[in-house]
């Protein structure tokens, strides 16, 4: 099994000069982040990854989860990693200081996420969802709350979850059916969650759950929905756990992939009802819970870049050790990462997955720039911003995941195919990515319906104009960025045409942006991620005539003209088919499907 290890130089190269760091190190809140700083979090962090979390990441595949006797059991060597995680102070590097988190910025912090995921996706998820929480609970729960809970998640020694899905409402939270009834200062929680990822484990000493809920005079819909933080165990005035508080694990889900991470059926007041805390004001539960549920979409979407990552370096090892087939101009038989077809694939891993890390790393830059700008409107300007890539970091990101882990498996060849080569794992666990968190096509939705119609395209515009402003470096690149800039020039003018289409036509076909949607969001991730490789060739031309790493730098500019040659040309088929309107996907009747 190829050990994992963390690209390290990538990532600070992607930090440094593809999200405009030097904005976010600027912040009164971040001044002190420098790059020494930076470089050492990450080093550390890759230790972590590799010499802890990727051992455990194919046991845990092979040994799953389980309930028993009401409590859910884990791999002993997860809680061993946990414990360790929670040492080394990784659960609250970009928490709260005030509630002992270290205060990093989310644009390093994303960075430490997807160590965790290509190095064990399925432990990952745990402090992620933690990190939601805790999120969630900073910006919408009283001082009371807070001085309840946070501390102890900020540490790890107490972990989060997030309830939502009930099996009768999916997606459509309007019909979830969980009560809850006042008692005291306090409510009582009655009613059954599904798919709760780590829902229950022994590896915390509680595990505080937030819970969406139905109060009795609320109203229907999503309007009437209230979120409570729900603890596994009732607090002590002392704040160590109590007794039971009427939780408990139903079951756990046998999935795809991700087996190490138990999918729970979770029950809440069985025996009376499971003590809890209104988080926010009644009936506006579902907006304090977006918090959370737009922190994990881009979560998912790192998920994604790490398992895309770990997928390649499998593919590139395994290419330089297998030896089949003949080339042009050599002796005897080679190994097949000098065929071109293998080549291909191997390039179209590299480009995707460093397109994906660009696009993620950026959104949490924005999401910086937001939160703690004290220009008022710069930090509405990068929230907006943060807003529409959102959807494109958790949906395009996992779409390029599921494409490079296939590509994985079919760099392997038969082998691939074979679980004991271990490449397969990560293609398995990357397929629930497209789904939870909201589906890509729920992503897509909310992209073209809140984020592009609903302020007439300016944001669109805005970035638009922002990735334009490359032309000009592009142009004074010369003949090696040529090909560069006009893939990418291309790319943008049917990413504006293609909005245009949608704002013009939107009120005269109700159908129009459910059907184009998912397409417009692979177009516009897909001309992110050209821009972000540009910009990294531009960089790296630079350097390299500095007197830079040339085979690095190198490196840089054959991804980005290979996207530009084989990536950005999808821009065309996207458009397309969003030129094509609804008339074809509506025309059936349902019962000629």
Not at 7 to 30: G, W
Not at 491 to 502: A, F, M, N, P
Request: proline fraction near 4%; aromatic fraction near 8%.
């Amino acid at each position: 099994m190829t050990d994992y290890q963390a690209p390290l130089k990538q990532m600070r190269f992607t930090i440094e000069h593809l999200v405009d760091f030097k904005a976010v190190n600027a912040l009164p809140d971040y001044e002190a982040v420098d790059a020494d700083t930076v470089e050492a979090v990450l080093e550390e962090a890759a230790k972590f990854a590799a010499g802890v979390l990727a051992p455990t990441n194919w046991l845990g595949d092979r040994q799953g989860v389980k309930v028993v006797n009401e409590a859910v059991e884990v791999p002993a060597e997860f809680a061993d990693a946990y414990g360790k995680f929670c040492e080394g102070g990784w659960p609250g590097i970009a928490s709260n200081p005030e509630f002992g988190g270290q205060g990093l910025p989310k644009a390093v912090a994303v960075a430490c996420d997807e160590m965790w995921a290509a190095a064990n996706v399925s432990f990952a998820l745990c402090p992620e969802l933690s990190q939601g929480a805790i999120l969630a609970m900073d910006r919408h729960a009283t001082d009371a709350i807070k001085a309840m809970f946070m501390e102890k998640l900020i540490s790890g020694t107490w972990a989060g979850t997030m309830c939502l899905t009930e099996s009768a409402a999916g997606s459509d939270l309007s019909s979830l059916t969980t009560r809850a009834e006042p008692k005291g200062d306090r409510y009582l929680i009655t009613g059954q969650k599904v798919f709760i990822t780590w829902g229950d484990h022994p590896m915390a000493e509680n595990i505080v759950h937030l819970v969406l809920a139905r109060l009795p005079d609320a109203p229907p819909g999503t309007k009437g929905i209230s979120l409570f933080v729900v603890p596994k165990y009732k607090v002590n005035a002392d704040g160590s756990p109590g007794e039971s508080n009427d939780t408990r694990p139903v079951s756990v889900e046998h999935k795809m992939g991700i087996h190490a991470s138990p999918t729970c059926v979770m029950a809440f007041g069985d025996k009376g009802g499971a003590e809890g805390f209104l988080v926010g004001k009644p009936n506006e539960g579902l907006a304090a819970m977006f918090t959370m549920m737009n922190y994990m979409r881009l979560g998912v979407g790192v998920q994604g870049t790490g398992l895309a990552e770990r997928s390649y370096q499998k593919s590139v090892a395994y290419a330089r050790e297998r030896v089949q087939g003949r080339a042009p101009g050599e002796k005897g038989r080679v190994a097949i990462i000098r065929h071109p077809d293998v080549r291909r694939m191997l390039l179209t891993m590299r480009a995707l997955t460093q397109a994906s890390r660009a696009i993620c790393f950026y959104t949490a830059a924005c999401l910086d720039r937001a939160s703690h700008g004290a220009d008022a409107e710069s930090a509405d300007f990068y929230q907006a911003r943060a807003d529409l890539l959102t959807p494109v970091a958790k949906a395009w990101c996992t779409e390029a995941a599921l494409e490079v882990t296939s590509h994985g498996i079919q760099v392997h060849g038969g082998m691939g195919y074979v679980e004991e080569t271990g490449v397969a794992q990560f293609y398995r666990d990357a397929r629930i990515a497209p789904i939870y968190e909201g589906t890509n096509a729920i992503q897509a939705i909310d992209l073209v319906g809140r984020k592009l119609l609903r302020d007439g395209g300016a944001t669109v515009s805005a970035f638009v104009s922002d990735m334009r402003a490359a032309d000009a470096p592009l142009a004074n690149a010369g003949e090696e960025m040529a090909v560069v800039r006009s893939a990418l020039a291309r790319g943008l003018d049917e990413l504006v045409q293609c909005s245009t289409y949608v704002l013009t036509n939107e009120k005269k076909d109700p159908e129009l942006a459910g059907a184009v949607a998912f397409n417009y969001l692979m177009l516009i991730g897909t001309v992110i991620g050209g821009w972000q490789l540009a910009r990294g060739a531009l960089v790296a031309l630079d350097q390299r005539a500095a007197g830079g790493d040339k085979a690095f730098l190198d490196a840089q500019v054959v991804m980005a003209r290979f996207y530009a040659e084989h990536v950005l040309p999808r821009c065309a088929a996207y458009g397309a088919t969003i030129r094509a309107g609804s008339g074809s996907i509506m025309a059936l009747s349902a019962e000629h499907f």
